[in-house]
């Protein structure tokens, strides 16, 4: 069983909807990461969260701990949002080792 | 640069050949990871050093494969006999201590 789980594998959407990718683990963790990859393979690290909720403008990113889940939505989305969205967490509290899952393609068309 | 750099970008290499894959990561950073991404998959830890420390090198799949950070900042990954199998992604990430990872471009390694 993976320890990092993301749903769905693939989204396609129109521009303006409201996209949300789900991410589980099974390890305790400090803290998650998201990270969105653009084909030519760079990551950019959108979030990392504890706690709550992060909002960085038409993104936010919402975490469970004790359930352990994580969401990344996007609201109003955009052609220049597709790529692919990874969730990480570090392999066990005292690492910053992270696991990923192996993300979620999402294409938003016009 | 403002943030993490790598180099080359894409290299094409014949099966046999060494590779060298650099990584300039941001000024300061302490922590420095390397990460291998096959095509369809999710990245997959390699190594992490603390400054010039390699201080985890479980990821590494093979003796041909050796990392190195001499003076705490740029970072070589070495591939020795390069294999088919090798064809990667090769992701670099720094870190202040405990922080968020910064990720490079990353470097597309073509084994044929």
């Known amino acids: 069983k993976n320890e990092v789980e993301q749903s769905p594998q693939n989204l396609t959407a129109q521009e303006g909807e409201f996209i949300t990718i789900n991410c589980s683990y099974s390890?305790?963790?400090?803290?998650l990461h998201w990270l969105q990859q653009h084909p030519g393979g760079g990551i950019v690290s959108l979030f990392m969260?504890?706690?709550g909720k992060k909002k960085h403008g038409r993104l936010i990113a919402t975490i469970n701990i004790q359930e352990k889940h994580s969401s990344l939505h996007i609201t109003a989305s955009h052609p220049r949002d597709s790529a692919v969205y990874i969730c990480a967490v570090p392999l066990s509290y005292n690492t910053d080792k992270l696991i990923f899952g192996t993300g979620t393609r999402l294409q938003v068309f016009p | 640069g403002a943030g993490v750099s790598q180099s080359p970008r894409y290299k094409v290499a014949k099966r046999g050949q060494d590779v060298a894959l650099r990584c300039d990561p941001i000024s300061g950073h302490v922590s420095l990871f390397w990460y291998q991404q096959a095509l369809g998959q999710g990245p997959e830890f390699l190594t992490y050093f603390q400054n010039e420390a390699q201080l985890d090198k479980s990821g590494l799949p093979s003796d041909r494969f050796f990392a190195e950070r001499p003076e705490g900042s740029v970072s070589t990954l070495k591939i020795q006999r390069t294999q088919q199998e090798d064809s990667a992604v090769y992701l670099c990430?720094?870190?202040?201590?405990?922080?968020?990872?910064?990720f490079g471009p990353g470097t597309r390694l073509t084994v044929t």
């Open positions: 390890v305790g963790i400090s803290a």
């Open positions: 969260l504890s706690s």
């Open positions: 990430a720094s870190s202040p201590y405990r922080d968020s990872g910064y």
